[in-house]
């Protein structure tokens, strides 16, 4: 059965520091990875990886993949209070999204 | 703003009642997915319909149907409501043609309250 599994659950930190939130994965047919960050309401889409050990980077959040470990993180770095959120992973398997639990990123003035 | 609308926001109900969730994808998009958010809980995802032919399932009761119609536009039905239905339901729908999935765009969700 294909499965997502990401952690920690839920971290808590103090501004300015740098966060990294793991997703594993064990699917039959992996296409793509997807990092989403979910604040009040609906996901945001934040980074779609496919090709391993290429990293995607957009301001203070990043992200790779490693297809040889079956995992991608996702950095944060000088963190805002406005970053908390749930952030969730998602692996597209034989055209379906498998979704983690998310990890709930608390960030603390 | 995702682009994805959905109606109604909120929708308090008692159980057993019946009730209609629907939403409008973007502009072009032909996919619509349907997903679960019970508190505290990750995306639990329900349906996806492509084109208005049902594309994939996953753990959707068979209380619950969903179509989708030549306008694009989907809806949810929930029936004979239970406690447990309590959830966000969101609906995202995808920017490819082709039947697959990469990036989604959600909408802000529909949260139904059975009482």
């Known amino acids: 059965e294909d499965k997502v599994v990401q952690s920690p659950l839920s971290l808590v930190v103090h501004e300015g520091d740098t966060v990294t939130l793991n997703c594993s994965y064990e699917?039959?047919?992996?296409?793509?990875l997807l990092w989403y960050k979910q604040e009040k309401k609906a996901p945001t889409f934040l980074f779609m990886l496919?090709?391993s050990g290429i990293e995607k980077k957009s301001g203070r959040l990043s992200s790779i993949l490693d297809k040889k470990e079956l995992s991608s993180i996702l950095n944060i770095t000088a963190t805002q209070t406005g970053d908390s959120a749930i952030y969730l992973c998602?692996?597209?398997?034989?055209?379906?999204?498998?979704w983690g639990a998310g990890t709930k990123l608390i960030i603390k003035p | 703003d995702s682009g994805v609308t959905q109606t109604p926001k909120h929708l308090i109900t008692a159980t057993g009642q019946r009730v209609t969730l629907r939403c409008s994808p973007r502009?072009?998009?032909?996919?619509v997915y349907w997903y679960q958010q019970s508190l505290d809980q990750g995306l639990q995802f329900l349906i996806q319909?492509?084109?208005?032919?049902?594309?994939a399932k996953g753990n959707i009761l068979e209380r619950f149907s969903a179509q989708q119609f030549p306008d694009l536009h989907s809806e949810l039905n929930l029936s004979s409501l239970e406690l447990g239905d309590s959830a966000l339901y969101f609906c995202?729908?995808?920017?490819?043609?082709?039947?697959?999935?990469?990036?989604?765009?959600f909408g802000e969700g529909s949260r139904l309250t059975v009482l």
């Open positions: 319909y492509y084109n208005g032919e049902e594309r």
């Open positions: 699917v039959t047919n992996f296409r793509s």
């Open positions: 998602a692996v597209d398997s034989n055209y379906q999204l498998i």
């Open positions: 496919t090709s």
């Open positions: 995202a729908s995808s920017a490819r043609t082709a039947p697959n999935t990469g990036e989604l765009f």
């Open positions: 502009s072009g998009d032909l996919s």
